[in-house]
T-cell receptor, first 110, second 110 residues
Framework: SQTIHQWPATLVQPVGSPLSLECTVEGTSNPNLYWYRQAAGRGLQLLFYSVGIGQISSEVPQNLSASRPQDRQFILSSKKLLLSDSGFYLC?????????FGPGTRLTVT | GQSLEQPSEVTAVEGAIVQINCTYQTSGFYGLSWYQQHDGGAPTFLSYNGLDGLEETGRFSSFLSRSDSYGYLLLQELQMKDSASYFCAVRDDSSYKLIFGSGTRLLVRP
């Protein structure tokens, strides 16, 4: 069966520090992968999606970037975090019409 | 612009039936999905409607009317564990990206 992992689960970072969040998927090959952010009490905002290695589409212009160095690995990065980057970051993969989400990383920028 | 509208909160009694509505305005439409999210958790897929009509999965049903740009999620025989946030999401193009609504917080009371 397919499994999606994210780490870390929680993270507290100072403003201006770098960020690296990792997502890996097991049990499937060449998945469509997605990064979302959810502010407290709000819906999910699509940040990036990828249909294959090295193929990244950015949905929202901001100080975040994404990379897909391997088929089942998706990384979200930032060189300098802003206070507004705080939120719940979710990675997801697609199977047909369904998206399956990882457990998420709760990021607090202080 | 793209927008999805759903009520922010709904309260219902255990054992009752509740309907959560979603109206959408998007540049394209390929389908409407519903996701459930418990506090602190990741969203989980509930249902998908690509064509008009009703889809039933156990206690949950979802309806779509493309001519009205409208859908709803129907929860029957409510249980306390159904207390959660429910999000509608539209697939607006062939890329399988999803646009999420802001979510409806459902509180089930005994």
């Amino acid at each position: 069966s397919q499994t999606i992992h994210q780490w870390p689960a929680t993270l507290v970072q100072p403003v201006g520090s770098p960020l690296s969040l990792e997502c890996t998927v097991e049990g499937t090959s060449n998945p469509n992968l997605y990064w979302y952010r959810q502010a407290a009490g709000r819906g999910l905002q699509l940040l990036f999606y990828s249909v294959g290695i090295g193929q990244i589409s950015s949905e929202v212009p901001q100080n975040l970037s994404a990379s897909r160095p391997q088929d089942r690995q998706f990384i979200l990065s930032s060189k300098k975090l802003l206070l507004s980057d705080s939120g719940f970051y979710l990675c997801a993969w697609r199977a047909n019409y369904e998206q399956y989400f990882g457990p998420g990383t709760r990021l607090t920028v202080t | 612009g793209q927008s999805l509208e759903q009520p922010s909160e709904v309260t219902a009694v255990e054992g009752a039936i509740v309907q959560i509505n979603c109206t959408y305005q998007t540049s394209g439409f390929y389908g409407l999905s519903w996701y459930q999210q418990h506090d602190g958790g990741a969203p989980t897929f509930l249902s998908y409607n690509g064509l008009d009509g009703l889809e039933e999965t156990g206690r949950f049903s979802s309806f779509l009317s493309r001519s009205d740009s409208y859908g709803y999620l129907l929860l029957q025989e409510l249980q306390m564990k159904d207390s959660a946030s429910y999000f509608c999401a539209v697939r607006d193009d062939s890329s399988y990206k999803l646009i999420f609504g802001s979510g409806t917080r459902l509180l089930v009371r005994p």
